[in-house]
């Protein structure tokens, strides 16, 4: 294929692409198929010769569209919002043609400039505390990750970090105070380090990679298992499961805290619990290091409230992250910024701008209050890596876990110039909108009840005077339908229904098909 051909083919994919979105409707939301499907429409054997575009294109059908769950399908209510834009559609294939790895500055100064300049854009639109600009005088920072799960793991990696060098300076001014404990050090695991931290005065002024090894197996300074292996993290019952999956990542203890139903009538977690916890754990002998605050749980996106936890966390010395990638894209709009309260007071924060956004996957900033200092955690400075700018220009790979990323900003630049913020405020308060008509329909003649009150474009509800077990049935019978598709949950072992608005195309119309199709099947389970 030459640049000629691209053109031509290129128009072609563009209109399957168009066409594909116009015929939207006349699709199920979910495809009938089940696991191997597709050993039937694909060959064993690669080809050996070229095949022509148009018999490719032919195949898109069976191998691509009809088997595919369509996330912006008006009907499809399941997990979360992903809605977005054709100018975001836009922007990845311009990345793509570009192809450049953006690892440092050097290796692509466009990607990390216009990452800076758009994530400062987002701080301004969401009412973000300043001090996260990448143009702030301070030292804070912002970064698109590739999801809310990798920007977790950075999150806990970066508490570790800062706790060990806490930890060992408490422990090298104690030692300074009592001589006598200095000749038993080197009898004992972590006392070796310690012993070897006075002994080479690594915490001087003048060190910034201190190193205390003295075989050929190396200890990371940074993140040494023996520092924190009584470390312990704490996140509410009702926070992600990735929140649980960094931790074992980590290799760090947690406590997952049981939510309460209390503020806006959803679940959270209770400041409370959080004060106990701690307590009960440095009495056990653990070492707290970091609150995980969720904003926008997946279950029935309840809010943890960041204004009354900081406080205890201050007190306490505990590293918070905000982990808001369901809920903070709905901080565009000046009337959910209440889901933001206190977060000026938090360490790192995360949101997701491709689920409520508008954004296509994938787009999820995160920001630091204190980025130059975290960054120093993942510095590896390779010779191959180093430029002559690298002293005054940010070099992305030093705060997320992979080496290269994306042109991801492209995205952000597109969608918020051509389309604009307040055609993404519309999609939001139009998402809140159809939720809260659906959860007055549904309902009506109370064969339905809601579970929590109606939340950013989410409705809970459940068959009332029924078991789970009836809810279940219920479910598993209208996703096997597919005529719409929804998921459920269960918070403190009651089973119920979710609808999240969120597709662009989703209308009120839409939410009273869906009613009529829920009631139907409903009727024909529990005839009596």
């Not at 064993?44 to 070229?50: D, E, G």
């Not at 474009?457 to 719409?484: K, M, P, Q, W």
Request: aromatic share 12%.
């Amino acid at each position: 294929m030459d640049a000629e051909q691209l053109r031509s083919e290129g128009c072609k994919v563009i209109d399957i692409v168009a066409d594909y979105w116009e015929s939207m409707r006349k699709r199920r939301p979910l495809p009938d198929v089940k696991p191997g499907f597709m050993n039937q429409l694909v060959s064993a054997a690669p080809p050996t010769a070229p095949e022509d575009w148009k018999t490719i294109y032919e195949d898109l059908e069976k191998v691509v569209f009809n088997p595919a769950t369509h996330w912006n399908h008006p009907h499809f209510f399941a997990y979360f919002p992903a809605g977005l834009t054709y100018h975001s559609i836009m922007a990845d294939i311009l990345s793509s043609g570009l192809s450049s790895v953006g690892f440092s500055w050097m290796a692509c100064p466009a990607i990390t400039e216009l990452e800076k300049a758009m994530l400062d854009w987002v701080v301004e639109l969401m009412g973000l505390p300043e001090h996260f600009k990448n143009s702030h005088p301070g030292p804070g920072c912002g970064i698109i990750q590739s999801s809310g799960s990798d920007s977790i793991l950075i999150a806990i990696l970066t508490a570790r970090a800062a706790k060990v060098i806490r930890f060992l300076n408490s422990k090298v001014e104690e030692i300074k105070s009592s001589p006598s404990i200095f000749q038993w050090l080197p009898n004992f695991s972590l006392g070796k380090s310690l012993y070897n931290i006075l002994n080479h005065n690594v915490f001087n002024s003048n060190t910034d990679r201190p190193s205390y090894d003295s075989t050929d197996v190396i200890t990371p300074f940074y993140h040494d298992p023996r520092v924190f292996q009584n470390f312990v993290m704490y996140f509410c019952d009702q926070g992600h499961s990735s929140i649980e999956k960094g931790a074992w990542l980590a290799g760090v203890r947690y406590r997952k805290l049981k939510a309460i139903k209390g503020y806006l009538g959803n679940y959270g977690l209770d400041p409370d619990a959080l004060r106990k916890a701690v307590q009960e754990d440095r009495d056990r002998g653990y070492i707290p290091f970091m609150l995980i605050v969720t904003v926008g749980t997946t279950s029935s996106c309840g809010i943890d409230e960041i204004e009354r936890l900081t406080p205890i966390c201050k007190a306490e010395g505990l590293y918070v992250h905000v982990d808001s990638a369901y809920a903070g894209s709905y901080a565009l709009c000046e009337e959910n910024r209440y889901l933001l309260n206190g977060v000026e007071n938090v360490d790192s924060y995360n949101t997701n701008l491709h689920k409520a956004g508008m954004i296509n996957f994938d787009c999820s900033p995160m920001w630091f209050k204190n980025g130059t200092y975290a960054s120093r955690y993942y510095n590896v400075d390779a010779i191959h890596l180093a430029h002559e700018y690298q002293s005054t220009g940010t070099d992305y790979r030093h705060l997320e876990i992979p080496l290269g990323r994306r042109f991801r900003s492209l995205k952000l630049w597109f969608t918020l110039r051509n389309w604009g913020a307040d055609k993404i405020k519309d999609y939001l308060r139009g998402t809140m909108d159809i939720a809260i008509f659906f959860s007055k329909i549904i309902v009506e003649d109370q064969k339905f009840e809601l579970f929590v009150p109606p939340i950013l474009g989410l409705c809970c509800f459940r068959l009332r005077n029924h078991s789970n077990s009836d809810n279940e049935r219920l479910c598993t019978a209208i996703n096997r339908d597919r005529r719409i598709h929804i998921v459920p949950s269960t918070i403190h072992s009651i089973f119920f229904l979710r609808f999240a608005v969120g597709s662009p195309m989703t209308t009120k119309e839409d939410a009273v098909h869906a009613k009529k199709i829920i009631f139907e099947i409903a009727n024909n389970l529990f005839k009596k």
